[in-house]
């Protein structure tokens, strides 16, 4: 089955503890992005990667760091946490630039920082 | 800077009546058009979608879109609402550097 599988679902922590929210696909999808959604902001792209090594800043990428090393991986990192990084966040995927094809979401993960 | 603007946050209807949310947005180059839908507790789901051609477009469970270039509009429409279509919808755009840009949602809340 094609999907986006984010992990963990949900995460409760506290300020400056590091931590990673992994993002796999099965689609052999070259695009992959970070959003978050806030109440009354839509989704605000994070981080997006064209391929393996390409990464660029979305519209929000303070405080946020990601890599792409294989395809079909694309982790967001937080280095150090802020309250104001709770969130609700979501991986989406589709195949390169040029298709006319959507992004497949995630399941989204809702993190609490304390 | 690029933006999408939803102007309806919040529309409340009966079970029936017809429905348009707005979406405007500013970007002058070539741009996808999504609509997408998000009940409560899921993510987002692909409603419907425009390429090209035929600026008319028809999506899942009944809802179209109309692209009109002129004023940089892709409104979503459905002739009869349905209890089940309660839901969060955003509108988003793909410009041609491959950035995604949603709209900050309207929620829709149809009564039975």
């Known amino acids: 089955e094609a999907q986006v599988t984010q992990n963990p679902r949900y995460l409760i922590t506290v300020t400056g503890k590091k931590l990673t929210v992994t993002c796999s696909q099965n689609m052999n999808h070259e695009y992959m992005s970070w959003y978050r959604q806030d109440p009354g902001l839509g989704l605000r792209q994070i981080y997006y990667?064209?391929?393996?090594?390409?990464?660029d800043k979305g519209d929000v990428p303070e405080g946020y760091k990601v890599s792409r090393k294989e395809k079909r991986n694309f982790p967001l990192i937080l280095e150090s946490p802020s309250p104001n990084q709770t969130s609700l966040y979501f991986c989406a995927s589709s195949p390169g630039q040029g298709s006319n094809q959507p992004q497949h979401f995630g399941d989204g993960t809702r993190l609490s920082i304390l | 800077a690029q933006s999408v603007s939803q102007h309806n946050h919040h529309v409340i209807l009966s079970e029936a009546a017809s429905l348009e949310l707005g979406c405007n947005y500013s970007y002058g180059g070539t741009v996808n058009l999504f609509w997408y839908v998000q009940y409560p507790g899921q993510h987002l789901q692909l409603l419907l979608k425009y390429f090209s051609g035929d600026p008319l477009v028809k999506g899942i469970k009944g809802f179209e879109a109309e692209f009109i270039k002129s004023k940089f509009s892709f409104n979503l429409r459905k002739p009869s609402v349905q209890w089940s279509d309660t839901a969060e919808y955003f509108c988003a755009v793909r410009n041609n550097f491959n950035k995604f840009y949603f709209g900050s949602g309207t929620k829709l809340n149809v009564k039975p």
């Open positions: 990667s064209m391929n393996v090594e390409v990464t």
